[in-house]
Nanobody, 126 residues
Framework: QVQLVESGGGLVQAGGSLRLACTAS????????MGWFRQAPGKEREFVAA????????YYADSVKGRFTISRNNAKNTVYLEMNSLKPEDTAVYYC???????????????????WGQGTQVTVSS
């Protein structure tokens, strides 16, 4: 079965950086778009970023554009989220996700995602 395992979360001061990683198994990783979502306390889960199967196309939520970068290494079945210039409002649990589709068919709607990781906590202090 599909498994997604995130790592790399932690506590960082505002303006700092973190790099999240998500390693996938149980799927032909290089065939599918991958994405990151996040959920802050008391808020709904929201889309953060997505990347095409080959890594050539990416898109981001407006709130993270210019600060976050999504990338992938298909040889390692891993997708990354590089987060720079972090703000307290970036504090959330971050989830790796896929719906086993191409980037064109990737959904930014959490209810339509088929597979989630367990999440990794990111806390940004002011």
């Amino acid at each position: 079965q599909v498994q997604l395992v995130e790592s790399g979360g932690g506590l960082v001061q505002a303006g700092g950086s973190l790099r999240l990683a998500c390693t996938a198994s149980g799927l032909t990783f290089s065939n599918y778009a991958m994405g990151w979502f996040r959920q802050a306390p008391g808020k709904e889960r929201e889309f953060v970023a997505a990347i095409s199967w080959g890594g050539g196309s990416r898109y981001y939520a407006d709130s993270v554009k210019g600060r976050f970068t999504i990338s992938r290494n298909n040889a390692k079945n891993t997708v990354y989220l590089e987060m720079n210039s972090l703000k307290p409002e970036d504090t959330a649990v971050y989830y790796c996700a896929t719906n086993l589709r191409s980037l064109v068919e990737f959904t930014t709607t959490p209810a339509s995602i088929n597979y989630w990781g367990q999440g990794t906590q990111v806390t940004v202090s002011s």
